[in-house]
């Protein structure tokens, strides 16, 4: 049986950083834990462990007074209820491939 430390859940992380270098660093954050949909928007699946070490090394580059980063939960039905425009997967598409 997983701990519940190793259960994973959808997150949608999104930021908005005022400097050039803390923005180039966030993202390559955000890349190593999610997918981007948008160029400030992830879908992540994380466990309490890497969510905790995501916000960690977020809380590491960005600048509270300047930056912000939200970190908003989704269930698996608001995954499924997603639609989308364009030439990116939906987020229901990417992960299906994550979900256990």
Known sequence: MASPGSLRAAWLVAYDIADARR??????????FGNALQESVFLCQLSTEELGRMQAAMARVMNPVHDTVRYQP???SD?????HLGLQPSPA??????LV
């Open 74 to 76: 989704i269930c698996a």
């Open 23 to 32: 923005l180039r660093r966030v993202h390559r954050i955000c890349l190593r």
């Open 79 to 83: 995954l499924r209820r997603s639609l």
């Open 93 to 98: 598409a990417q992960a299906s491939a994550w």
